[in-house]
């Protein structure tokens, strides 16, 4: 799966909370580099222009131009290393894969995991995150060529789909 196939997987509201929880330097410069910010600089209320910026850069992700996997990498990537970064820290932890506040040279252990340990992990984390962000980081790991083997097992797990496709509670 690209990473431009994971956002469209994403509910609408997923979607949503996927870009508000980036950064607000990141949203300016992804609305900026996109020309979304010249369509809804004119919406005066700023919750209608948040609505709007957001329609609008999914139907970006709709259009397969070749620049869309990269946007999507940059987009999941910001959201995971600022506001889910203590959930990438609890995964490696619960793995025991060394690491440095969730950042690390070697993931590829992450190959030997079974669909059975991942389904555990997936378990554990979503009592303490949306369960949407869970399988997002983990169909964001499978997206690198090097973890094959991991993109495997997470197709036998059904409920990771169902979890990027299910509205937020």
Known sequence: MTYRDIVLTLSPGNFSRLVQLSTRKFRAELFQKTGIHKATRRIIDPVARRKAATERLHRFFELDDGRQSEVAFRLIYDMLAGKRRAMIVDFLDLHEIPHEDGLTDDL????????????????????????????????????????????????????????LRTEPA
């Open 108 to 163: 590829t252990r992450l190959n030997e995991l079974t669909v059975e340990e991942l389904r555990d992990s997936f378990n554990k984390l979503k009592e303490k995150y949306p369960p949407c962000d869970v399988a997002l980081y983990f169909f964001f790991t499978a997206g690198d060529r090097d973890f094959e083997a991991l993109s495997g097992r997470l197709a036998e797990m059904p409920e990771l789909l169902e979890a």
